[in-house]
Every structure is written in C-alpha cells, then in structure tokens.
C-alpha cells in the first residue's frame, strides 16, 4: 500500500446482526462489531461501512408473495439497511468514535445524503462513515452497493465479514469435504459460480482491481490482522 493510511470497506450482512435471534438487532453483536471497528480505527485505518438489512426485511423476500411489487420491496430493504447503520453508529459513538451515516435515499432527518467527495473527506479526518440504503436504486443489493462505495472512496480492498472463515468449494456448515480456498480470481469465482458476492459485485471489484477479503467476523481482532499484517484467518478474490 503506497498511502500512509489504509482505507477499507467492510461489508456486513444484516443477518449476522440478528444473531440467534434470526431477526432484529442483537446489541451484544453491535457491541462486539464496534469493538472491532474501534481496534482498526486506533491503528489509522480508514472504515467505511455497508451493512445488509436482511435482519429486518428482504426486498426479493417480501415480494415473493405477490402483494408487494419488487421495486417496493427493494426500498423497504432499503430503509432497513438505514436502521442498522443508524444503529452501529450509536455503538460507535458510544465506545467514542466519531461517526457520519450517509444514505443513498434522501433522509436528512437522521443522517447525511450520500456525497463521495464528503465521504472520502469524513475518512480523511479520521471518522468512521457507514453508507446506508444500498445504491438508492431497486434491484441491486447490498453486495454491489458496498463494492460501489469501495471503489468510489478508492479503499485499498472491501472485506466481507461472514460467520466463516472464507470462501469454499461448497458450504462448510453441510458439507463435511467443503475444501477452502485461500486465493481465487474473480474468473473463477464467476465461472464456478462460488457466492463470494454476487455477479456484479464481483465483475465491479474486476474491473476496478478491487482486492475482495472474505472471512470471520467473529474471530477477534481477526480484522485487524488482515488489514495491518496481511495476516489473519481468510480468503482473497483478486
């Protein structure tokens, strides 16, 4: 890295939010992932942040049945995403970071609309900007928006936080031969359709030769790692 800072992204799922619970927000996992974020900030790392709002609802889910159009459904998750970055900048803040939320949808309420010029600024003096409401545009997901927002504040590489400890060749959870894989190119992971991120996140992060970091959210410090001694328990897609 030739900038005295690292810059990142990480990407969060809603779900993981949830905990055992399987929906809502669990404030033991705010707490923990605000300490975490706290250990990247005191080492001069730059964070972004997009987090997911399938804690909350789905747009694909809630229009499954027919009632709710698509396009609705992706606005609803939308606004979901908002509450959850509404939320960890609470949990930030409280452990004393400072913390801007910017939103692609116009809330200005509760949190600044997006403006990449402004976000990079915010990263520049050292705050943490978690960016909410995915694109602002129906049917694209939280994947793609965190991929976008990475490029656009030129991060160093985007890291996906899961409940594994990188990609593998099936799901480590149901298959007891699932082989992980510590580098992949993006070809790959495209061709072998392995669900890194989805399809355009991934050709996005291709193109704009966007390092993809996948691994355990829940190994301590295990962020930390990564980012600062390229070490740590995860896979690359690069």
Same mark, same amino acid.
């Given at each position: 890295?030739? %900038?005295? /800072?690292?810059?990142?992204?990480?990407k969060?799922?809603?779900?993981?939010?949830?905990?055992? /619970?399987?929906?809502?927000? *669990?404030?033991?996992?705010?707490? =923990?992932?605000?300490?975490e974020?706290?250990?990247?900030?005191?080492?001069?790392?730059e964070?972004?942040?997009?987090?997911? !709002?399938?804690?909350?609802?789905? !747009?694909?889910?809630?229009?499954a !049945?027919?009632?709710?159009?698509?396009?609705?459904?992706?606005?609803?998750?939308?606004?979901a995403? #908002?509450?959850?970055?509404?939320?960890?900048?609470?949990?930030?803040? =409280?452990?004393?970071?400072d #913390?801007?939320?910017?939103?692609?949808?116009?809330?200005?309420?509760i949190c &600044?609309?997006y403006i =990449?010029?402004?976000?990079?600024?915010?990263?520049?003096?050292?705050?943490?900007?978690?960016?909410?409401?995915? +694109?602002?545009?129906?049917?694209? +997901?939280?994947?793609?928006?965190? +991929?976008l927002r990475?490029?656009?504040? /030129?991060?160093?590489?985007?890291i996906?936080?899961? %409940?594994?400890?990188?990609?593998y +060749?099936?799901?480590?959870?149901?298959?007891?031969?699932?082989?992980? $894989?510590?580098?992949?190119?993006?070809? *790959?992971?495209?061709?072998?359709?392995?669900?890194v991120?989805?399809?355009t996140?991934?050709?996005?992060?291709?193109v704009?030769?966007?390092p993809?970091?996948v691994?355990?959210?829940?190994?301590?410090?295990n962020? $930390? &790692?990564?980012?600062?001694?390229?070490?740590g328990?995860c896979s690359?897609?690069?």
């Amino acid at each position: 890295m030739n %900038k005295k /800072n690292k810059r990142v992204l990480v990407k969060f799922s809603g779900e993981a939010m949830a905990g055992a /619970n399987g929906f809502g927000i *669990d404030t033991e996992i705010l707490r =923990y992932i605000a300490g975490e974020i706290k250990l990247l900030a005191e080492n001069n790392i730059e964070v972004g942040i997009v987090i997911g !709002g399938g804690n909350i609802i789905r !747009g694909v889910t809630a229009s499954a !049945g027919g009632i709710i159009r698509r396009t609705s459904g992706d606005y609803m998750g939308m606004l979901a995403t #908002v509450i959850n970055a509404v939320a960890m900048q609470e949990a930030l803040e =409280y452990i004393g970071l400072d #913390v801007r939320v910017q939103s692609a949808l116009e809330i200005k309420e509760i949190c &600044e609309s997006y403006i =990449y010029r402004k976000a990079i600024r915010h990263l520049e003096k050292g705050r943490v900007v978690i960016f909410g409401a995915g +694109t602002g545009n129906p049917f694209f +997901t939280t994947d793609t928006a965190a +991929t976008l927002r990475a490029v656009e504040i /030129n991060a160093d590489m985007i890291i996906k936080a899961t %409940k594994v400890d990188g990609v593998y +060749t099936k799901d480590p959870e149901k298959f007891k031969d699932a082989v992980k $894989l510590d580098v992949l190119s993006y070809d *790959d992971a495209l061709k072998e359709n392995i669900q890194v991120m989805d399809d355009t996140a991934i050709a996005l992060a291709k193109v704009n030769r966007l390092p993809i970091v996948v691994c355990n959210m829940f190994k301590e410090r295990n962020l $930390l &790692e990564i980012i600062k001694n390229d070490a740590g328990v995860c896979s690359i897609v690069k």
